[in-house]
T-cell receptor
């Protein structure tokens, strides 16, 4: 089955530093990847949609200068949290859409990255 | 390895009841989520079980048996808007999410 990985799985950093999170589709190509944030009430908030070779589309209220997204290849998207602050501490989850699958709505989710900002 | 199994697709009739099963083999267990995802939209949180038993929330209920590595989502009084994919995800010992492939539920009038 389609596998999506994230790296790192957890990261602790000091306030003001930048953190990069990688999302990879391991056995399929993904023209579209999605970045989510999981809140303590377990809900998933879509932050942005990342399209290979073009600029990401951000959801309303998500700062594009703070959450930099790059989707340079069909198997890799990165999310960089710039100048992280404690309120950015969260669980970040990516998903990828398999372009070869007939069902273009299916997303495959990664295991998540837990970010803790001190 | 870690594995989550759920049926690929199910069909049910409006007004009826449907049970979507999820079995898991993971390294450790720290809870199980059910999410609903409509086509083209972000997943919506439905439930989180960490203890055995049944939790009811309106028309939706979720059951967990940790000893059997098994959960189900029960949907009652089905409505057409319940047509969606239902995702089962387990939190493993490293607090990472292991996702099922999702069950596409089709509701017929």
């Amino acid at each position: 089955g389609a596998v999506v990985s994230q790296h790192p799985s957890r990261v602790i950093c000091k306030s003001g530093t930048s953190v990069k999170i990688e999302c990879r589709s391991l056995d399929f190509q993904a023209t579209t990847m999605f970045w989510y944030r999981q809140f303590p009430k377990k809900s998933l908030m879509l932050m942005a949609t990342s399209n290979e070779g073009s600029k990401a589309t951000y959801e309303q209220g998500v700062e594009k200068d703070k959450f930099l997204i790059n989707h340079a290849s069909l198997t890799l998207s990165t999310l960089t949290v710039t100048s992280a602050h404690p309120e950015d501490s969260s669980f970040y989850i990516c998903s990828a859409r398999d372009i070869s699958a007939g069902d273009t709505d299916t997303q495959y989710f990664g295991p998540g990255t837990r970010l803790t900002v001190l | 390895g870690q594995n989550i199994d759920q049926p690929t697709e199910m069909t049910a009739t409006e007004g009826a009841i449907v049970q979507i099963n999820c079995t898991y083999q993971t390294s450790g267990f720290n809870g199980l989520f059910w999410y609903q995802q409509h086509a083209g939209e972000a997943p919506t949180f439905l439930s989180y079980n960490v203890l055995d038993g049944l939790e009811e929330k309106g028309r939706f209920s979720s059951f967990l048996s940790r000893s059997k590595g098994y959960s189900y989502l029960l949907l009652k009084e089905l409505q057409m808007k319940d047509s969606a994919s239902y995702l089962c995800a387990v939190v493993d010992s490293n607090y990472q999410l292991i996702w099922g492939a999702g069950t596409k539920l089709i509701i017929k009038p």
